[in-house]
């Protein structure tokens, strides 16, 4: 869609410098649900009218081509911008091409939490002079105070600290944002799917008590693991994007497991009880098909 609607630009550019009539409209979001807006939720749109872009309505819309035709422009935009949404925040988080429609608070050396008016910093001291039980709490609280503005829900609470935030309606787009606002209030560079590394609340606020420098000493170096944790969350994006195959699947998986053997070769082959109680009817069979099959191998040595 994109690469047509590019081209589309460029044919109506080429056919004004030829003295040919034509003209290019770029549509913001209508209200009425298309095909490529039909999958959008009430939270995707709560997102975009945080990011200033409300919904055309079917008046506005009619309105607008005829203000297109009159302006008589090769390429326009016409769409439903709420410039109060972006008033006041700072330039990097509104887009480049809005910047100069809107008035952007001047640069500040530290980020500021979204809606707290709280900086990393402030934070750091307040969690300075906590218990450690206590600063979990209050991580615990950002977290899921955050979670819920992204997901459009007045009450915190409307998260729980041990659902999975994929359980609760995030995709790749909230969990960016979510990141972004867990950034700016810790002061902490947190990869783009921290969100699926530590898919809950509760999980997710443990890592941040863990990475932030709470006694007065410099911050601790990144974790050596959440490189790793990253390249596996961008795997998992591209083989959710992809239609694969039986084939391909298989082949996928043979690779996977064979990653995962190799991580958990230390491990014990042998089954506790533990694991035999708490193990479900495939596992089992699993379990019994793995000691089998290092059994034959134990006697072909």
């Known amino acids: ?40 939720t009430a939270t995707d749109l709560a997102r975009l009218r945080r990011g200033g872009f409300t919904p055309l309505t079917g008046e506005q819309g009619t309105a607008l081509l005829d203000a297109a035709c009159e302006d008589g422009g090769a390429q326009v935009v016409a769409m439903n911008l709420d410039l109060r949404a972006l008033a006041g925040r700072p330039a990097q988080e509104v887009p480049a091409m809005l910047r100069s429609l809107v008035t952007t608070a001047p640069g500040r050396k530290r980020p500021v939490a979204a809606g707290t008016g709280e900086t990393s910093a402030d934070l750091a001291r307040r969690l300075a002079g906590m218990p450690d039980a206590e600063r979990r709490t209050t991580l615990l609280n950002l977290v899921s105070s955050h979670a819920a503005a992204v997901l459009g829900h007045r009450d915190p609470g409307a998260v729980r600290a041990d659902t999975p935030f994929k359980n609760l309606g995030f995709d790749s787009l909230a969990a960016v944002e979510l990141r972004n606002r867990l950034s700016a209030a810790t002061g902490l560079r947190l990869p783009a799917a921290v969100v699926f590394d530590y898919p809950h609340a509760a999980v997710l606020a443990d890592h941040l008590l863990n990475r932030l420098a709470l006694n007065g000493a410099s911050a601790p170096a990144a974790d050596a693991v959440e490189p790793v944790l990253g390249d596996l969350g961008r ?67």
């Open 1 to 40: 869609y994109a690469a047509a609607s590019a081209y589309c630009d460029a044919f109506m550019a080429r056919r004004r410098a030829a003295g040919l009539p034509g003209q290019s409209i770029a549509w913001g979001l209508w209200q009425q649900a298309s095909t490529m807006t039909s999958h959008l």
């Open 235 to 301: 795997i998992e994006g591209v083989l959710g994007a992809l239609a694969l195959d039986q084939p391909a699947r298989e082949r996928v998986a043979r690779r996977l497991r064979g990653l995962l053997a190799s991580l958990d070769g230390q491990r014990s082959a042998s089954a506790t009880a533990a694991d035999v109680e708490a193990a479900s009817d495939e596992e089992m069979f699993a379990l019994i098909d793995k000691q089998l099959r290092s059994s034959a191998m134990g006697n072909e040595d």
